[in-house]
């Protein structure tokens, strides 16, 4: 555990990380258009060291204090902050329980809070900034026919081996992914829940997981539920 004071574009902010791994003692933060790609895809904002060696992930609070104060000391302040329940810790732990079903993601350098309230992106992830590698959307869209398929196969595999072990990916789309020369799949912006506790309804929410909007339209999302089916069914992810 440490106390951090982190220089970003426009500020300095102070954050209290924990599980902290290889950090320098200062580390200053700024936008690239690496992070303004990254930011493209979602509500986080996204931050590299000076070195390119840590991307910082940050996440705001969900209400603004001023229109909804209720829910912002209730939700945001209370439960995030002080109970520890922020987004980063949530993504910390489903990173490391992809890691340990096997599965490919970026080195971990901690996690972080910000107590102070004036603060309104409190929710800080620090890790490796995964270098030559594409975000798995735009892998996919510039792919011929069979080598979507062969991608599919790859994400299907691993897909499946992560329901072995016991959970299913909670936003589960292919820009959760990053490819990198080689063809290996790297899994970041991980949120994943423990598969229900009776059997009968394992499979279920594997394919209540998959969408046709975040898996590049029906018949993708249908090849992913046929492929993962075979993998669930046959008991081999070989």
């Known amino acids: 555990m440490k106390l951090l004071d982190i220089p970003f574009d426009d500020r300095r902010r102070r954050y209290l990380v924990l599980h902290s791994r290889d950090l320098p003692d200062r580390l200053r933060l700024a936008s690239t258009t690496t992070t303004a790609a990254f930011e493209a895809m979602g509500s986080s904002r996204f931050y590299v060291s000076q070195d390119q060696r840590i ?38 732990l489903s990173l490391r329980i ?20 004036a603060n309104r992106t409190p929710s800080l992830l620090l890790m490796e900034q995964v270098r030559d590698a594409r975000v798995g959307g735009e892998v996919f869209d510039d792919l011929d026919e069979t ?4 991608f599919l196969d790859d994400f299907c595999r ?18 959760n992914l990053l490819v990198d020369d080689q063809g290996r799949l790297t899994w970041i912006d991980a949120h994943v829940r423990p598969l ?4 009968g309804d394992h499979w279920p929410a594997i ?25 669930w069914s046959g008991g081999s992810l070989e």
């Not at 992560?162 to 936003?171: E, I, N």
């Open 55 to 92: 991307l910082a992930k940050v996440v705001p609070d969900k209400y603004r204090k001023r229109q909804h104060p209720l829910k912002w000391l209730c939700r945001d302040y209370l439960e995030k902050r002080w109970l520890m329940q922020s987004d980063a810790r949530k993504e910390f």
């Open 98 to 117: 992809l890691r340990q079903a096997g599965l490919r993601v970026p080195g971990f350098h901690g996690w972080g809070i910000s107590l102070n309230p």
């Open 147 to 150: 080598g979507r398929r062969r």
């Open 158 to 175: 691993e897909v499946a081996q992560l329901a072995r072990a016991g959970y299913v990916h909670r936003d589960l789309h292919l820009n």
């Open 196 to 199: 229900p506790r009776r059997a």
């Open 207 to 231: 394919r209540d997981s998959l969408t046709a909007d975040k898996l590049r339209g029906e018949t993708y999302r249908d090849l992913a539920e046929r492929r993962i089916a075979e993998l």
